[in-house]
């Protein structure tokens, strides 16, 4: 089912990215944003104000769509099998990568470095 749901999500976010990024940068600041490029035409549309309310409004509403779209992409991929089956391969070839070569118990001789005395 996670597959079904990966590609939708995924489109989603992207079009929550992109749309909060115009809605943000639409917003009127002290500076007047980039809606001072435009002549004030966010004041027109919304009226005067109006702008900061619906400007607000749909912020908050993409973001929090961008926040669980987020949360979901998370969720979805590292709870796929796929992903389950990689960790623990990855796991499994660390642990044969560090067991230890030989099996005496007898603690081996190490040389003594040149010059040490006898």
Not at 26 to 54: C, T
């Amino acid at each position: 089912m996670a597959e079904f749901l990966h590609t939708p999500f995924t489109i989603l976010h992207i079009i929550a990215c992109a749309f909060l990024l115009l809605v943000i940068l639409i917003q009127p600041g002290k500076s007047g944003g980039l809606g001072a490029l435009g002549g004030g035409g966010a004041q027109q549309v919304f009226g005067g104000s109006g702008a900061g309310n619906f400007l607000t409004k749909t912020t908050w509403t993409v973001a929090g769509i961008f926040f669980f779209t987020s949360i979901s992409l998370a969720y979805l991929s590292s709870s796929t099998d796929e992903s389950m089956r990689k960790h623990s391969a990855a796991l499994q070839k660390q642990r044969e990568q560090n067991a230890p070569l030989s099996t005496s118990t007898t603690p081996e001789k190490t040389p003594k470095p040149a010059g040490s005395a006898k």
